[in-house]
């Protein structure tokens, strides 16, 4: 039915009518549809349960070709974790046992939560020297509670948080942390481990390697002299680990059909180092046990010997609490950041929210392990990546090797020295920072970006980890916050293309920035609108950060190119307001020969606006009274064009825009 007179449009409301369709007019959105929208139903929640185990989703399909991916990925990183675990223990200043109880419950549990097949729980570099850092720190204060309990209770205090943070689904708060972020305070820490595990290389000491980087770095250089024989097991195993990735990667550029061998040698380089110093170890020290020529790790307890519920108390929990910002931002953006770039790499998507909850629980669950806090680790998930992983159950296997070298090799664990796990450290951080070209990369596309990046390379360099992190992060946060209040639009002409075939010619209209600032070809005439009317363009949504700025760039435009209609509004000197430019004395002739039109009309397009607040609706009305002042006696006419949302609608209809 066609629309009679009765049926006016009042409220803006969107309209569709032809000679075959009856009427549409879309409804007003009301408070208690949106709440009824957004509860979760019956289904909701059970789609949210099930959700929190995936496996359940993929296991049932689970078959042979999968099972022998997952096998030789899972060993593979079985036989890498091992000695890094120890390793990292090491350098959150606890017994290495603790790294493979870390190592252990991290790709046990992830199984149950994943939703990417490369990733690998466990201990990592940055946590690890975020963990010894914190252990020192409540030590001066709390000299009663010992690394590991520290260590635990800042696991379970870790998983506490970002477990909640994963059940209220807010994963995408991540997203917020930018790349050249991560990759300053990623930069910063492995510059940080790196120079701190110099000392342990060379046997040096006599200083403390937890001060700044730049200080332990001087510090090595002034000590040099007093090296011992660790550098003779320390230097060689740092080379020999360089050497081999480097002969495996020419290797497989020479010979791409055994690409795979070459992998997989490179991949176990680390236990192949490891085993050929142990063995060297055991030659100069097997008449030496009591006293060692070189560090070496000593008596590794067989299973799980710290097993049990956790020792934590109220001073315990308030002593670390206080660090608590900092590991939590290392564990959600490690983990986050490695995951769904490997998703990304291997066509799959993660689920954030879901993430955390895995990180969550493993670190819950870890401390009654024995374990301190864990994350994503990138070196091991890229090995099990290239190995060919099939499926999260990898971590099962992975957790199997983990558990034989828990109960079987702790005798073999006796002759490690120290200096080839300090080198085994050293050659795993260096991946972790970002190489030259990709800094250049990030200049051309932001330079503000890159100098981010270098203050929080700087802060943890010259700070601490902790400072370089809140330094990238604050930065990053500023620069967005800037961004969105200082955002600009775009006043719009008319462009009228022809589009020709052999039948006809047509021709349709578009909108085109007068001043050319998308981008448009700048030889293209746009015809402006009529005088005294002005098209605005938002580039974004007009929220309380950012409507300031759109209105002030308007105001002013409008206040420019237009005359006031009634030049005496302020007949007298005195009447002028303090703000308002002009002459000492009204002359009616003056501005009755100003050549500059009156104001029309604004004509706001909002085919980009998908919300609008009430900071911003206010400030609309109060320009819209600014306005109509410059153009007394006549009221100037507002139109929204392009407006799709239906709670936008609303907003305007309600500030007596509609």
Not at 176 to 202: W, Y
Not at 244 to 250: A, D, H, K, W
Not at 398 to 419: E, R
């Amino acid at each position: 039915d066609p629309i009679s007179n009765a049926d006016r449009i009042t409220r803006g409301e969107s309209i569709g009518t032809t000679n075959n369709t009856l009427t549409y007019v879309e409804e007003d959105p009301t408070v208690s549809g949106w709440i009824k929208d957004n509860t979760p139903g019956v289904a909701d929640v059970k789609r949210y349960i099930s959700g929190l185990f995936p496996f359940t989703e993929w296991l049932p399909r689970y078959n042979t070709t999968w099972f022998l991916g997952d096998l030789v990925a899972g060993i593979t990183v079985g036989a890498v974790v091992v000695p890094q675990g120890m390793a990292y223990a090491q350098l959150a200043t606890l017994p290495v046992e603790y790294g493979l109880y870390s190592s252990f419950v991290g790709v046990l549990i992830y199984f149950f939560f994943a939703t990417s097949k490369d990733i690998t729980i466990g201990p990592v570099a940055v946590m690890s020297l975020l963990t010894g850092t914190i252990i020192a720190t409540v030590h001066e204060t709390n000299p009663d509670l010992s690394g590991p309990v520290i260590a635990n209770v800042l696991a379970l205090l870790c998983g506490a948080v970002v477990f909640s943070l994963g059940m209220l689904r807010l994963g995408f708060i991540v997203d917020f942390i930018p790349l050249p972020a991560i990759g300053a305070f990623m930069t910063g820490s492995a510059l940080n481990i790196a120079v701190g595990q110099i000392p342990g290389l060379l046997g040096i000491t006599g200083f403390s390697t937890r001060d700044s980087t730049y200080k332990v770095f001087i510090h090595s250089i002034e000590h040099l002299g007093r090296s011992k024989l660790d550098a003779a097991i320390g230097l060689p195993a740092l080379v020999l680990l360089y050497s081999v990735r480097y002969l495996c990667n020419l290797g497989a550029r020479r010979y791409p059909s055994k690409a795979k061998i070459f992998f997989f040698v490179s991949t176990l380089r680390t236990v192949f180092t490891i085993c050929l110093f142990v063995f060297v170890s055991y030659l100069m020290n097997r008449h030496h046990r009591t006293h060692p020529r070189v560090k070496i790790l000593g008596t590794v307890p067989r299973g799980f010997k710290h097993m049990g519920i956790p020792q934590i108390d109220r001073a315990s929990v308030v002593a670390v609490a206080k660090q608590l910002p900092g590991a939590v931002i290392v564990l959600l953006i490690e983990h986050i950041a490695i995951s769904k770039s490997f998703g990304r790499v291997n066509n799959y998507t993660i689920r954030p929210s879901q993430e955390l909850i895995a990180i969550g629980v493993t670190n819950l669950l870890g401390p009654f392990f024995g374990a301190y806090p864990a994350t994503g680790s990138f070196s091991r998930t890229a090995i099990k990546s290239k190995a060919g992983v099939r499926t999260p159950l990898g971590g099962l296997i992975t957790a199997m090797v983990v558990l034989l070298a828990i109960y079987a090799l702790p005798p073999l664990f006796f002759y490690i020295p120290n200096a080839s796990l300090a080198a085994v450290i050293i050659h795993a951080v260096g991946d972790l920072i970002t190489p030259p070209n990709v800094v250049y990369n990030w200049w051309k596309v932001n330079p503000p970006e890159v100098i981010i990046f270098f203050a929080g390379v700087i802060g943890a360099v010259f700070g601490t980890v902790e400072i370089g992190i809140y330094t990238s992060i604050a930065s990053t946060g500023g620069l967005l916050l800037y961004r969105i209040a200082k955002s600009q639009g775009d006043f719009l002409g008319r462009v009228v293309i022809y589009d020709n075939d052999k039948l006809s010619t047509t021709t349709r209209e578009v909108y085109l920035p007068l001043d050319h600032a998308d981008g448009s070809n700048p030889d293209i005439p746009v015809e402006e609108p009529l005088p005294g009317v002005f098209i605005y363009r938002p580039r974004q949504s007009p929220l309380y950060p950012s409507v300031g700025g759109y209105t002030d760039q308007l105001v002013w435009v409008v206040q420019q190119k237009t005359k006031r209609t009634n030049p005496m509004s302020y007949p007298r000197l005195g009447d002028q307001p303090w703000n308002m430019p002009g002459p000492r004395k009204i002359d009616p002739n003056a501005a009755a020969n100003d050549p500059r039109p009156t104001l029309k009309a604004i004509i706001w397009d909002f085919t980009s606006v998908e919300h609008l607040d009430v900071t911003a609706a206010q400030i609309l009305q109060d320009v819209r009274s600014q306005l109509d002042r410059h153009a007394s006696p006549d009221v100037v006419e507002w139109h929204f064009a392009g407006v799709h949302r239906p709670w936008v609608k609303r907003a305007l209809a309600s500030a007596g825009f509609g």
